[in-house]
């Protein structure tokens, strides 16, 4: 931790001085998600490095039926919103290979608690269900997943 610690402050005197030198550069952040930012470097204040808090959610299946199912998605103070997915495949892979995969395949984004009665499910099937939650800065701060099998046809 340390030796990350020095290399960020090392990595900010290098930015610090190189914009001093000249007015009309940008920084641009990549992250492992392979999303970037840019901003122009004259336009910086202050940079900071800041601990994100972790958002749970306890996603509840009831009501499960041969086409349908209920869930309960409530939403954790501090989220500002979270995206749902829901589908009939296992996401696999880290941390960050999930949310991606979630970034791009969700079915809603929402603002609010939620609880949902979906229809139109195969009879004998399991769903694999994804909540990603954003903490106000828009930052992904959590991962919430469980899976609920439909019923047979009998």
């Known amino acids: 931790m340390k030796k990350i610690i020095t290399m960020a402050i090392a990595a900010l005197l290098s930015v610090t001085a190189f914009t001093q030198e000249k007015k009309d550069n940008v920084i641009r952040i990549t ?6 930012e840019i901003m122009m470097l004259n336009t910086v204040e202050s940079i900071s ?5 972790p958002l749970t959610m306890d996603i509840e299946v009831s009501n499960i039926t041969k086409n ?9 103070k501090g989220c500002k919103y979270w ?22 395949r969700f079915n809603d984004r929402f603002t ?9 499910f195969e009879a004998g ?8 939650m954003f903490d106000q800065d828009g930052v992904a701060a959590g991962l ?9 046809d009998e």
Do not use: H
């Open 125 to 132: 099937t399991t769903y694999y269900i994804y909540a990603l």
């Open 144 to 152: 919430a997943e469980t899976s609920a099998t439909t019923l047979p």
């Open 31 to 36: 992250t492992t998600d392979n999303e970037s």
């Open 112 to 120: 609010e608690d939620k609880f949902l009665r979906i229809p139109n």
């Open 68 to 76: 349908s199912m209920d869930i309960d998605f409530p939403m954790p």
């Open 83 to 104: 995206l749902m997915c829901i589908q009939k495949e296992e996401i696999y892979g880290t941390y960050a290979e999930k949310r991606q995969e979630i970034k791009q």
């Open 49 to 53: 490095f800041e601990e994100v808090t």
